[in-house]
């Protein structure tokens, strides 16, 4: 125990003295000085100096508190002892508590005032001890066995036991160099690998915790030789890959004409400090098997983390096992491509990705977190763009109307320990349709070509009315002209110096109308032409009823 206490110390200062001085004998008594406390796994140790070498034939007594208890206790290991160095093993007490040491110097019935060390708490204070360790030798391998610091029985680390794990340094006892420094986590039973047969190897152990930072005191070196090359040489690159429901466990071997059989470990037991060698149990249809590989089904193993390992045999000799193999059922799990189903909205497409359906129309994917992977382009381009989704559902907007665009996707485990995915999905391409600016010219380009009909033909009305008001044909019918001969009447819309008066006639058979009556309507023409007016809203009656007489001999002919 001196050896190790003299690796790593932990140092706690004495505080002011405490208590009172003893009132009767002598009076010149000092209290201990450079009080240091030190805590390995369950062992304390309480160092100090003496105060005044003159004075011989002293003893010291520790006393300790804890808050349960408002009385000091006497440690039994520590009372009226002559030398400055105390070990005593950790008292009844909670070790995540505060804990209260003190200390004074005695010589007969004299005592020298008590020094209280600082308060501490015995966990945080602590340093791993080293672990305890055993080797066994193969021709190319060792074997540790690792205890865990502390005994059996330890009160420091009875909530840890299962938390610790240990690094080694390993080297050739021939080289006196340690070539390996501190390797990855190995657990109390481990197996160091490729090493060289008939070869002396050193090496040492530590311990620490997962969560904690703590001082951790190596081991002692051991050293063990490996041994005669085996016949047999264990199989090698283990490998499990999982396709629909199976497991295919598959190895390499350079010999021929072996069996192999393969076993399965919960990774669980490897975390507890006992010797679990005679737990390991044989795969299920992996028994004297021929080949390099063994199939076995998913379901009988739950999700979890394995260990596995194989043997091989040739009737006569057999194989140190392989080199084991960590199996998380999660990073195995053979994920299956989704379906993918795309829907043109427009100049916008709609991605829809659906899961595989297994038994009883249930998901492949609903015990997984997964994110989607998702590969785009346009068919006749070859420039892609990746995104990543969650959503199941989603549109790429904006695209080229009537274009065809392609996708892929695959799906993802979201948890970054299992680093596992699918392959990509088939490929599904579609095409877009016309976009709102294409529908909006077709609609004008239907709506031009059947209006054009309609325009040309208000036109033309339009055209016609303009040259009935504004350029009317001054021309009379024909039959009229045979019998008018004057001059046709001007516009009614131009301004004229004198107003026309229009009359009407009606008739029914020119073929009856005599030349008489014609002679007489021109007279009364001419009549009314001599006729002056200076106002051309004003008539006179005379030409009024000069018109009646007209129309009446007119009629009168007619009838004749």
Avoid at 199 to 219: E, F, G, H, N, P
Avoid at 237 to 258: G, S
Avoid at 480 to 485: C, G, L, T
């Amino acid at each position: 125990m001196s050896v190790l206490l003299g690796v790593t110390t932990v140092v706690l200062v004495a505080g002011l003295p405490g208590g009172s001085r003893s009132a009767a004998g002598q009076t010149n008594l000092k209290s201990p000085e450079n009080v240091e406390v030190y805590i390995i796994d369950d062992t304390f140790s309480l160092k100090w100096n003496r105060s005044n070498e003159s004075v011989t034939n002293v003893t010291y007594s520790v006393d300790y508190k804890i808050p349960e208890i408002d009385n000091w206790i006497k440690l039994p290991e520590c009372q009226y002892i002559t030398s400055t160095k105390c070990n005593f093993s950790s008292p009844d007490i909670n070790v995540y508590e505060e804990m209260k040491l003190r200390i004074r110097t005695e010589k007969g019935n004299s005592a020298s005032p008590w020094y209280e060390v600082d308060p501490f708490i015995p966990f945080q204070k602590a340093h791993i001890g080293p672990p305890e360790i055993h080797l066994q030798a193969e021709d190319k391998a060792i074997i540790i066995n690792i205890s865990p610091p502390g005994t059996e029985d330890s009160i420091m680390w009875a909530m840890e036991s299962s938390s610790f794990i240990y690094s080694l340094v390993i080297w050739k006892n021939s080289s006196d160099v340690e070539t390996r420094t501190e390797t990855e986590t190995v657990y109390t039973r481990a197996k160091i690998h490729k090493l060289s047969p008939e070869t002396t190897y050193c090496l040492k152990v530590k311990a620490r915790l997962r969560w904690q930072i703590k001082v951790a005191l190596y081991s002692p070196v051991y050293c063990i030789a490996t041994t005669v090359e085996n016949k047999l040489p264990p199989p090698e690159n283990i490998q499990v890959i999982a396709k629909n429901q199976v497991y295919v466990l598959k190895w390499d071997y350079t010999c021929e004409n072996m069996t192999f059989q393969a076993q399965w470990l919960s990774a669980y037991l490897k975390k507890i400090p006992e010797n679990h060698s005679g737990k390991w149990k044989q795969i299920p249809n992996c028994e004297n098997v021929r080949t390099t590989q063994c199939v076995f089904l998913q379901n009988r193993f739950q999700k979890g983390i394995y260990f596995i390992r194989v043997q091989a045999s040739d009737g006569n000799n057999t194989s140190f096992w392989s080199e084991e193999e960590k199996f998380d059922t999660d990073t195995q799990t053979l994920i299956p491509p989704p379906v993918i189903n795309l829907k043109p909205i427009n100049n916008s497409l709609c991605v829809y990705i659906g899961a595989p359906k297994v038994s009883q129309n249930k998901s492949v994917y609903q015990h997984y977190p997964l994110i989607y992977e998702i590969t785009f382009w346009e068919n006749t381009s070859n420039a892609e763009r990746k995104i990543v989704k969650k959503r199941t559902d989603f549109t790429f907007p904006d695209l080229k109307p009537l274009t065809a665009y392609c996708v892929k996707v695959r799906a993802v485990i979201e948890d970054a320990k299992w680093n596992n995915s699918s392959v990509f999905s088939d490929t599904v391409c579609e095409k877009t349709k016309p976009g709102n600016t294409s529908k909006t010219w077709l609609i004008a380009g239907i709506c031009t070509v059947f209006s054009i009909p309609f325009v040309l033909y208000v036109v033309k009305v339009l055209w016609k009315f303009i040259l009935y008001v504004f350029f009317p044909s001054g021309k009379p019918p024909s039959i009229i002209d045979q019998y008018f001969s004057e001059q046709p009447l001007k516009n009614v819309f131009l301004s004229t110096s004198e107003e026309q008066i229009e009359r009407c006639f009606i008739i029914e058979n020119i073929d009856t109308i005599s030349t008489i009556g014609i002679n007489q309507i021109d007279e009364n023409r001419k009549n009314f032409n001599s006729q002056t007016s200076q106002d051309s809203g004003n008539y006179s009656y005379e030409d009024e009823n000069s018109g009646s007489k007209t129309s009446e001999e007119f009629l009168q002919v007619e009838t004749m």
